[in-house]
């Protein structure tokens, strides 16, 4: 592992500390007029999402961790998770759905799927900010039921549901944002 210095310190970056894997955040260098200098640190654990705040001397030394991404295709789900294949090496595997996360919901077979690896472990995924998904049920719009904004639940082809305008209908394909889950516009 690689030692960094806390004067090294960027947004993003992430390292091993002793109880846990940690991505920073937000730093901030303070010199005070009496004392030694330190630098405050906002930290994001990378396997419970929980969010710490911790102070370094200035100068402290931290192992940084090496993240490395890999393209993966989604194949299929089964039983205990998703069913991927590496786009390098072609070996399949079986990703439980607790490290999928989120994007469980927008991917769709054949799909690629940028996985962050610690070593062995997936410690998050990197997917596109937006997706297009076809819709696979959705209750007919009524004729003459136009009310300006109105919403009506849709299930895509993943399982997802989420609130399209009236318009849509079954076979339409809608582009989803996949931070927030929501309705973009029509594919």
């Known amino acids: 592992m ?5 004067s090294d310190f960027k947004n993003g970056m992430t390292m091993e500390l002793s109880d846990g894997l940690f991505q920073l ?3 901030q260098h303070v010199k005070p007029g009496k004392g030694g200098a330190f630098v405050r ?4 654990n990378v396997r419970t999402g929980a969010v710490v ?15 490395e991404k890999r393209e993966q295709q989604y194949l299929y789900r089964d039983g205990t998770g998703y069913a991927v294949m590496d786009n ?16 469980g919901n927008f991917i769709t077979e054949g799909q690629s799927i940028v996985f962050l690896m610690y070593g062995d472990e997936i410690i998050g995924t990197d997917i596109p900010a937006s997706v297009e998904l076809a819709v696979a049920e959705t209750e007919p719009g009524i004729q003459g039921d136009r009310v300006s904004g109105a919403r009506k639940p849709a299930t895509l082809e993943t399982g997802l549901v989420i609130q399209v305008p009236l318009f849509v209908e079954v076979g339409d394909r809608v582009k989803v944002d996949t931070r927030t889950a929501e309705y973009q516009t029509r594919a």
Not at 41 to 44: D, G, I, Y
Not at 53 to 67: H, N, Q, W
């Open 41 to 44: 640190t906002t930290l994001k």
């Open 25 to 27: 955040q937000d730093f």
């Open 2 to 6: 690689a030692t960094i210095s806390t």
């Open 53 to 67: 705040d911790r102070t370094f001397r200035a100068g402290e030394k931290v192992e940084s961790a090496f993240i």
């Open 88 to 103: 390098e090496t072609f070996e399949q595997r079986t990703v439980p759905a607790e490290a999928m996360g989120e994007a």
